[in-house]
Nanobody
Framework: QLQLVESGGGVVQPGGSLRLSCATSRSTLGVYAIGWFRQAPGQEREGVACIGYSADSAEYSGSVKGRFTISRDNAKNVVYLQMNSLKPEDTAIYYC?????????????????WGQGTQVTVSS
């Protein structure tokens, strides 16, 4: 099971951009699908975007499709989440987690190895 560390969160105005990173020190990132998830206060954790182990598949939630892009660099053992056109409703703690090979249904229940998360706040 991978140990993952999220970074890149912060405070941004509506319409702004952030890029989150999900990194591991292990060199076996390339056999894991990685998912980005978020949890806002009082709400359940939800899937945001997932990417397969070879980056040949990706899935996005309807609320972020067209605004967020997930990508990976297996040589650097990092998965990114580029977030553009941010909205106040994107405010949450963002987590990454892993599962072997495929993204499944990109549901939090199917992923493991949760990091501490990184806070994203979209506010004017």
């Amino acid at each position: 099971q991978l140990q993952l560390v999220e970074s890149g969160g912060g405070v941004v105005q509506p319409g702004g951009s952030l890029r989150l990173s999900c990194a591991t020190s292990r060199s076996t990132l390339g056999v894991y699908a990685i998912g980005w998830f978020r949890q806002a206060p009082g709400q359940e954790r939800e899937g945001v975007a997932c990417i397969g182990y070879s980056a040949d598949s990706a899935e996005y939630s309807g609320s972020v499709k067209g605004r967020f892009t997930i990508s990976r660099d297996n040589a650097k053992n990092v998965v990114y989440l580029q977030m553009n056109s941010l909205k106040p409703e994107d405010t949450a703690i963002y987590y990454c987690a892993s599962r072997l090979f495929t993204i499944g249904s990109c549901s939090p229940r199917e992923f493991a190895g949760w990091g501490q998360g990184t806070q994203v706040t979209v506010s004017s």
